[in-house]
């Protein structure tokens, strides 16, 4: 089993038992590969142990549930993803979402800090030296049914020196940017991560000036910043606009144009 088949078969068993205690022994044991072999494998193409990226997931997932199950009780919650108590459940969501579950779901909108990643089925060694592809088929789904709507496209301005600081800071600033994204928006758009520092907002809106003031919105909090460990770090977002309207547009090619769109967002405003 090559690198690629070893991360697709680790990542598709992980996330068929999310709801399931995981040790990283038994994900080693399905792949025929030793514990080490893939940790490493993760460390170096997701730069995240195995543990990590599990409880990530599974926080991720139960942010979603949080918003999408207004009736659901914590330890509900907190069941359903594998934890006994509702206090070892708070404690691994604010170590991912620096908030407890109740403030989340008071206060976010947007659940996807960490979205299931996607190994391209051909051509899968380009996935070690170019951005990660993550799973966007709820967005594809969504867009089908909007195509005359506008993107709104984002960007975090200079991540990697925030992440040369401090991990845990970059953790924090993709968790603020996913908030000012969620406060600019309206209650029918839906918005993404749909790479490492990228995401996009698929707007309920065929009007150009609605996407327009979604952007400027965030670019309103350009100048504010946000404290990790008794620092502070200003967050700056890059954003864009676009809309695909032109039918059909295949899966891949909605995740290229909208990466596209973010890169040439950042080109105009580095200029």
Not at 186 to 192: C, I, L, R, Y
Not at 198 to 214: C, Q, V, W
């Amino acid at each position: 089993m090559n690198n690629m088949d070893l991360l697709a078969h680790s990542l598709e068993y992980i996330e068929n038992h999310l709801s399931e205690e995981i040790r990283t022994e038994e994900i080693a044991r399905e792949c025929y590969c030793s514990k080490s072999t893939l940790e490493k494998l993760f460390r170096c193409v997701e730069h995240i142990t195995v543990h990590d990226y599990v409880v990530k997931r599974r926080m991720t997932k139960a942010a979603r549930m949080l918003l999408k199950s207004p009736d659901a009780g914590i330890l509900e919650v907190a069941l359903q993803y594998g934890y006994s108590t509702s206090e070892s459940f708070s404690r691994a969501f604010r170590q991912v979402w620096n908030c407890k579950p109740s403030e989340f779901r008071k206060n976010m909108r947007i659940s996807e800090l960490f979205p299931r990643i996607r190994i391209p089925l051909e051509n899968g060694d380009v996935y070690m030296r170019e951005r990660r592809h993550v799973d966007i088929s709820e967005l594809y789904d969504l867009f089908r049914d909007r195509q005359e709507c506008w993107f709104v496209c984002c960007d975090i301005k200079n991540l990697s020196v925030i992440n040369s600081v401090s991990r845990k800071a970059g953790d924090m600033a993709i968790v603020e940017c996913m908030k000012r994204i969620g406060d600019a928006s309206g209650k029918e758009d839906v918005a993404f991560r749909i790479g490492g520092d990228e995401f996009a907002i698929l707007t309920d809106s065929s009007d150009r000036e609605y996407a327009e003031e979604i952007a400027r919105k965030i670019h309103q909090c350009d100048e504010e910043t946000f404290v990790c460990e008794e620092q502070q770090f200003p967050l700056g977002i890059h954003t864009g606009i676009a809309r695909f309207d032109r039918s059909p547009l295949k899966y891949d090619e909605l995740f290229q144009e909208l990466h596209t769109t973010i890169r040439e967002a950042a080109s105009r405003n580095r200029r």
